[in-house]
């Protein structure tokens, strides 16, 4: 049904001195006559996006769908860049978020305030259906309206948001960052539920690789991760780079 895209690769860690590294998954779907961004990243990684967009020939104003997990910065603020897109959010996790007063969580007030006012905004529900294969499914504990996103076709998709943001979380069936435990545990009882209702199905997760399950039913990586930071450290620009692929090792290039 649709041809997939992983525009921004999650990855699943937390910078100890920085804040949250924000880096979350955001994926380009595109048939039925759409163009459809499933979650769509934090501030930090606007200008690599754009660069993934020009790259499949794909301008802002193509989008036609912005799908969003739930309301926290780091998958949901980029929705202003794509003036022509429908933005779908759980209609619980919208009213929740508006809700909400100014505090040190990771909700953008005022990207929030815009989306609850915007026209160009749809509220859904658990089982609805509201994009060619898109079922919204109820995912709440890292926050009460959380959605999953069932996308149905040749080859399933899951996408599971920060319900599981990684392979760890799916195999520990347990969570960080969660508003509820329990309800988080549920959430991914029911991930595991789609997962494997039918072979094959790719499972997106929040921040880390996309994924699925082998002959004994085990998370299955798809894919290269690619992650690193480049550091000027020294005395010049040549720098070096932090591979974040293998332990942190700090090695020296040339770009």
């Not at 202003?80 to 429908?86: C, E, H, K, M, Q």
């Not at 329990?182 to 789609?194: E, H």
Request: aromatic residues 10%; hydrophobic residues 40%.
């Amino acid at each position: 049904m649709y041809n997939i895209d992983v525009l921004v690769q999650g990855f699943p860690g937390r910078a100890l001195f920085h804040g949250g590294l924000g880096w979350s998954t955001t994926t380009l779907l595109r048939g039925e006559g759409r163009h459809i961004l499933v979650d769509v990243g934090a501030f930090g990684v606007r200008h690599y996006l754009h660069k993934q967009l020009d790259d499949l020939g794909v301008k802002a104003q193509d989008i036609t769908d912005v799908v969003l997990t739930h309301a926290h910065y780091d998958h949901a603020v980029n929705f202003t860049l794509f003036p022509n897109a429908t933005v779908w959010i759980g209609d619980v996790e919208l009213a929740w978020a508006a809700a909400q007063p100014p505090g040190f969580n990771p909700l953008p007030e005022l990207y929030v305030r815009e989306l609850a006012a915007s026209r160009r905004a749809r509220r859904v529900r658990h089982g609805d259906a509201f994009l060619p294969g898109f079922t919204a499914i109820d995912a709440p504990g890292h926050t009460p309206g959380h959605l999953l996103f069932h996308v149905a076709g040749e080859r399933p998709i899951l996408f599971t948001g920060d319900a599981a943001k990684n392979r760890a979380e799916l195999l520990s069936m347990t969570v960080a960052d969660t508003a509820d435990k329990d309800a988080s545990r549920a959430s991914l009882a029911v991930i595991w539920d789609y997962w494997k209702r039918v072979p094959g199905t790719l499972l997106v997760p929040g921040h880390d690789l996309c994924m699925v399950l082998d002959a004994e039913g085990r998370p299955e990586y798809l894919g290269e991760r690619r992650a690193a930071i480049r550091t000027w450290f020294g005395e010049t620009l040549e720098g070096g780079l932090v591979d974040l692929c293998c332990g942190g090792e700090t090695v020296h290039y040339s770009a």
